[in-house]
């Protein structure tokens, strides 16, 4: 399902929540509504989770067998809602996500797109260099009784022992990337690719950083709809699709079932610090006439607006710092090859 018509998709779920629609209801019209344009595979998803939803189940349930449309985390944002009886405002999330998911895609592609078609067109080139043009320029020098250089000998031993040797290389590929797929798949594969994963120099903290704003959007709505903390840990079980992170939501069950505060349990489940702050300094607060911690809520969307603010940051420096690998490396061929060329005709 494309990234567009899963954005669209939340908005009219969101209006049609909003216009007092049951789940229901509204799941069938926005099925209707893809299939007027012809797009019969979304339509007949919707219809059958419109289906299990008419026979009681929860839509966030409902949602599991469509696991190519929904992943984890729109499963527990709808699970959120359910819980706190905000669904008109967990698709309105949803959907402004989507969208900026969207946006910050578009604004990698292009920033990536030139450098890794250099790098491949340079690949390209020096590979016919080293296969045709450096043999003909090679039987020259040799019959002038010269001596080949290193840089165009290297380039033709390269490029001669790949084309000689591919269904070897192409056999590994295959081997290496069924190994790994088989290993990412066990449970205990999947732990250490997510553990290493973690520790990756600025992917590791865009990780950490986007699974917990991602919870932080949806706490205020359960903290003022009156759930208690026992209550969020399936919620932030699933929206933690890094098993380390996961299991880190144990340590948040263990405080929060041994009476312990909220503050103290999001600490042990590895919330940062500009989290677990305003939390702490929240837990001192009466509440209001209400019975809602105000100051918890207000505590919780200044945090998310600190951690999307890190986050933007984050992924602009992956993204820069990508994009310059890139073109040291496609610079470094297009080098090679040119050296490789005037070493051979020097």
Partial sequence: MRARDRERMFFLMYQMLKCGQTTESAVRAVAKSFRSEGKEDISAALHAIAQKVAQGKPMSKSMEMEYVMFDDVHRAAVMAGEASNYMTESFHILQVLEDKKIAASRAGLAELLTPMLMLCFSLFSIFNTGLNTLPVLTQLKTAQGKKLGVAPRMVMDMTGWCAEHWHILLAIGITLAVTAYAGIKSTQGRFWLDYYTLRVPLMGKFIRYKTYANMLL???????????????????????????????????????????KMSDAMEKAGFPGLIVTPIRVSENYAGSDTGTNDVMIEGMNHAYSILERDLTDTHKRFIGTFSVILWLMGGGVMLLEMMSIVLAQS
């Fill in 218 to 260: 949806y706490f205020p709505h359960l903290v003022e709809s009156g759930v208690k903390p026992k209550q969020m840990i399936p919620i932030m079980e699933a929206m933690s699709t890094n098993i380390v992170l996961r299991r880190k939501i144990d340590a948040f069950n263990q405080v929060i079932t041994t009476g312990g």
